[in-house]
């Protein structure tokens, strides 16, 4: 696996954000991840103080309730930033684990090395400012149609944010996303076949 060109694609995703900015700041190593559908990038609980980057691949965050029901909170395919800034930042146990629903290639930094080196670069500052807007723009969405939406909306706007998942991952986890058992969903997406919406 070629590092540089990892690397390389991780500066690439940083810079559409922004301006240019001056990765020659940065000398922490880089190092990759080769998770295989169905393990785990790490799990609930554990340590996850690192900056991820999905280059490949497909990924949901799932949390487990004290009874052990899982909760689907989100898809990611790459290329993209994934991990919890919570974790990063205050280097506390993870809520969620990150497990790989497709064979995926990720990198990831040691995050306090990656940012004291770049956080006297005002691009990158700026860019990361925009990268956690784009994050919290989702997730008040999200929160925003659980509070308003019907399961059946719900569904629909899965089937646009994710459009070609919808036959590509297991339904109860497209359920647990969503909010609903999987029988519920079966009968949403039967009901939506008779409309020919779907």
Aim: charged share 25%; proline share 3%; hydrophobic share 35%.
């Amino acid at each position: 696996m070629d590092k540089v060109h990892l690397q390389n694609n991780v500066f690439s995703y940083f810079n559409r954000l922004g301006d240019e900015i001056d990765w020659k700041r940065l000398s922490t190593p880089i190092e990759v991840h080769l998770t295989a559908k169905s393990e785990y990038l790490f799990q609930q609980g554990e340590s996850a103080e690192r900056l991820y980057f999905l280059h490949s691949g497909l990924v949901r965050y799932v949390s487990v309730s004290g009874e052990g029901k899982e909760f689907t909170q989100t898809f990611a395919k790459g290329p993209r930033i994934i991990g919890s800034t919570r974790s990063m930042v205050t280097r506390s146990p993870v809520l969620f684990g990150i497990q790989a629903l497709e064979d995926s290639i990720i990198t990831s930094y040691d995050w306090g090395e990656f940012y004291q080196q770049m956080r006297r670069d005002n691009a990158f500052l700026e860019c990361y400012s925009h990268f956690l807007e784009e994050i919290f723009i989702l997730k008040e969405e999200r929160e925003n149609t659980f509070v308003k939406d019907s399961a059946e909306r719900r569904y629909l706007d899965f089937c646009v944010a994710f459009p070609d998942l919808k036959e590509r991952i297991p339904q109860q986890y497209i359920a647990s996303y969503i909010g609903i058992t999987p029988v519920a969903l079966s009968r949403i997406r039967q009901k939506l076949k008779l409309k020919n919406r779907l």
